[in-house]
């Protein structure tokens, strides 16, 4: 049996990005690892049940053999089988409000490159809308887009909305897997298009706080880019309460999305809380989220960065980001360690450098040769 693969989950920022991509890499490429100090950087250190749960899932998705996965465990052993060849269907219930778009993050790159022509469906239970994590609009309507330039895609439906400290959402995915994944270039941020937003309250929280996040959010963004001379056709962002029916107990967030004409997606979210409100308002919060890009030139949001590094690790050829004149988030620079570490003998090398387009030195490019996995059992 291959020797294990030592990773130190303290690495970075310490927390489940450490984990998330070890175990998708580790299904993918059938690469056992073991993993110690799991969320060393976290105030409650070990499995919480949303990554106990994404754990189960690639389990189950590549019959692996596991040591150590059970609540509060700081280290875990993880032995990756093939792929399932028989099942369709995968099912992860945090039964909390743990955030469903994690589950996502470790079990939709696996689904891409499943033995199957069939779709995988994951059938994901948790939090749609909840803090530490990206909010389900953020998934559909900024990832899906940007997966798409990759060469993958999925279909979604959301069966129910959950929030803190409820959960009970449900959310569900239907992957085509396929043969294998397109380099990327996004250096040119062009134009916007537009912006468009949907500023929710759910349960018992009124109308007029969607109202107010969306007017701080316009006015923000209005504000900020007419300083910098930046023009935007459009900036719509609909104020609505959430069906009873389709939401799980009290919640408000917003979310943002700008488009430009070389294909750059962009997104910013802001969530409610029922306490008195700490720090910036939600509005406030996705304005300068979406803001921040469009003001450095960068083609991708922070919250993207992260998310891709392993679909650039698993692409064939050399993928190009522009990431603006900021340092990689620390979430990204985990990504990346985690992947070297992983992927290193298959030459996966990531590297940030000056642009020297158009003698614009003041931003950074991300660049990644992937690796070029192909799913070999796709029947032709």
Not at 293 to 310: R, V
Request: charged content about 20%; overall charge neutral.
């Amino acid at each position: 049996m291959s020797s294990l693969v030592q990773i130190d989950g303290s690495l970075g920022e310490g927390g489940g990005q450490v984990l998330r991509v070890a175990l998708s890499l580790s299904t993918l490429y059938g690469i056992p690892i073991e993993i110690e100090n799991i969320r060393a950087g976290r105030p409650k250190p070990g499995l919480a049940a949303q990554h106990l749960k994404g754990l189960e899932l690639v389990k189950e998705m590549c019959n692996a053999q596991v040591r150590g996965g059970y609540i509060g465990s700081t280290r875990l052993e993880f032995r990756p089988g093939p792929l399932n060849k028989t099942k369709r269907t995968f099912v992860a219930d945090t039964q909390t409000a743990g955030c469903i778009c994690l589950l996502a993050q470790v079990a939709l790159p696996c689904a891409l490159f499943f033995p199957s022509n069939d779709v995988i469906t994951l059938v994901l239970k948790g939090g749609t809308n909840v803090p530490m994590g990206p909010h389900i609009e953020y998934l559909t309507e900024v990832f899906k887009p940007i997966l798409n330039k990759f060469g993958g895609d999925f279909d979604f439906v959301v069966v129910k909305r959950g929030y803190y400290p409820k959960g009970g959402g449900e959310v569900h995915l239907r992957i085509k897997p396929v043969s294998s994944l397109n380099a990327v270039t996004l250096t040119d941020l062009g134009i916007p298009r537009g912006i468009t937003g949907w500023s929710y309250v759910a349960g018992s929280v009124h109308i007029n706080q969607a109202h107010a996040m969306a007017n701080d959010a316009k006015s923000i963004i209005t504000d900020n880019l007419v300083k910098n001379n930046i023009r935007v056709p459009s900036i719509t962002i609909e104020a609505y309460r959430e069906d009873r029916a389709m939401a799980v107990g009290n919640g408000s967030g917003i979310n943002i999305v700008c488009s430009t004409n070389t294909g750059c997606i962009l997104g910013g979210s802001g969530l409610g809380s029922h306490k008195s409100q700490e720090g910036p308002a939600p509005g406030e919060t996705a304005a300068k989220e979406i803001l921040k890009p469009l003001l450095t030139g960068a083609c991708i949001d922070e919250h993207t960065q992260d998310q891709i590094i392993i679909l650039m690790a698993l692409a064939k050829g050399m993928s190009q980001i522009k990431v603006g004149n900021e340092k990689l988030t620390c979430h990204t620079e985990t990504a990346m360690q985690v992947a070297e570490i992983m992927l290193g003998k298959h030459g996966l090398r990531f590297n940030l450098s000056k642009n020297a387009q158009d003698g614009d030195t003041s931003s950074c490019i991300l660049e990644c040769q992937g690796c070029g996995l192909v799913n070999d059992n796709l029947v032709k």
